[in-house]
């Protein structure tokens, strides 16, 4: 079975575009969380979507928003982009929201504010 | 909010030798999962071993395992029998019981293997 697929894998904008991050959970799995992952920073917490529904926010600014599709696929935007929004952008899928479930990520989108 | 603390940015081990990894976490409650992730140059985090708080034994995978103290809020990692393949960054995590929809994560170990 596949795992976390991301895409795309890298990507380059200016400040000030918007940009579409893509994530497709592992078949079966109804959760998706997304997660910033800065320079030399660990991960932090974006959102968690669960049956198209959010059911977490981290500290992010409006810019960031999400959604989750009817086939449990998710996007995350951001709009207005900033130069400190450089970063890893990590997916992370589980069967459901328990806190016993385990997450699995995804390989990342290697996002670059220029 | 949770914190969890990893004061050693960088490590260093000779292959088939063991390391130990410190994390230290601030929480108030009583119920959570603490974890102990990988993350290879491939960027692909990794689950390397798990414990629950309710648990008093600590938790073992293989040539890895985990000294958990409750009381000092202390979760180390321990690696035996170092390997190449073992080289990588490694991220401590907790996550509550109650509240699990996020994990927090320390700010990394980088650990390099010395053949």
């Known amino acids: 079975d596949a795992g976390v697929t991301q895409s795309p894998t890298h990507l380059i904008k200016t400040r000030g575009q918007h940009v579409t991050l893509r994530c497709s959970p592992i078949?079966?799995?109804?959760?998706v969380s997304w997660y910033q992952q800065v320079l030399g920073q660990g991960p932090q917490f974006i959102f968690q979507?669960?049956?198209?529904?959010?059911?977490g926010r981290g500290n992010f600014p409006d810019r960031f928003s999400a959604r989750q599709f009817p086939n449990y696929s998710s996007e995350l935007n951001v709009n207005a982009l900033l130069l400190g929004d450089s970063a890893l952008y990590l997916c992370?899928?589980?069967?459901?929201?328990?806190?016993?479930?385990?997450?699995?990520f995804g390989p990342g989108t290697r996002l670059t504010v220029l | 909010a949770q914190t969890v603390t990893q004061s050693q940015p960088e490590m260093s081990v000779q292959e088939a030798e063991t390391v130990t990894l410190s994390c230290t976490y601030d929480?108030?409650?009583?119920?959570?999962?603490l974890f102990w992730y990988k993350q290879p140059p491939s960027r692909q985090m990794i689950l390397v071993i798990r414990?629950?708080?309710?648990?008093?034994q600590n938790a073992t995978e293989n040539r890895f395992s985990v000294n958990f103290q409750k009381a000092a809020k202390s979760f180390s990692l321990k690696i035996s029998d170092s390997q190449l393949g073992d080289a990588a960054m490694y991220f401590c995590?907790?996550?509550?019981?109650?509240?699990?929809?996020?994990?927090?994560f320390g700010t990394g170990t980088s650990l390099t293997v010395i053949p």
């Open positions: 992370a899928s589980s069967l459901g929201i328990n806190s016993y479930n385990e997450q699995f």
């Open positions: 078949s079966g799995h109804k959760s």
């Open positions: 979507y669960y049956e198209k529904e959010e059911r």
């Open positions: 929480t108030s409650e009583s119920d959570y999962y």
């Open positions: 414990q629950e708080a309710y648990k008093q």
């Open positions: 995590a907790y996550r509550s019981a109650k509240t699990g929809n996020q994990f927090y």
